[in-house]
């Protein structure tokens, strides 16, 4: 069906656009499945009335930053782990997906090099 008899280029136009649009929802859609799984994770938590709504390690007020920022500085895993003993090997493996994840589908900028 047309939308525009006089002005098929319009048509073209709105199609297109449609299009577009289509193709940005199912990249949203797909964003926030991978989202809600990481979060309907065991091991990462997000409680808006806990530490801000931070992503944390199973409810235990450690954030997931925390741990990543720890790994960037160069920390062990059995560092921290003696750091937090709460924690488990595991949740910094989760920790690390969750962050990857996070990143996963943002755009980021082209650069130009020379």
């Known amino acids: 069906m047309l939308i525009s008899d006089t002005h098929p280029i319009i048509d073209e136009a709105v199609f297109f656009a449609w299009g577009q649009l289509g193709i940005e929802i199912d990249r949203i859609m797909t964003i926030l499945q991978r989202i809600k799984e990481k979060i309907m994770n065991d091991r990462i938590t997000v409680d808006p009335n ?17 741990i990543i920022t720890m790994i960037a500085q160069g ?40």
């Not at 806990?50 to 925390?66: F, Q």
């Open 50 to 66: 806990r530490m801000g709504g931070e992503p944390c390690i199973r409810n235990l007020r450690i954030p997931v930053a925390t």
């Open 75 to 114: 920390m062990t895993e059995k560092k921290i782990l003696e750091y937090y003993p709460d924690l488990e090997k595991e949740d910094i493996k989760e920790a690390l997906n969750f962050a990857a994840e996070s990143v996963r589908e943002k755009e980021l900028p082209l650069t130009k090099t020379e």
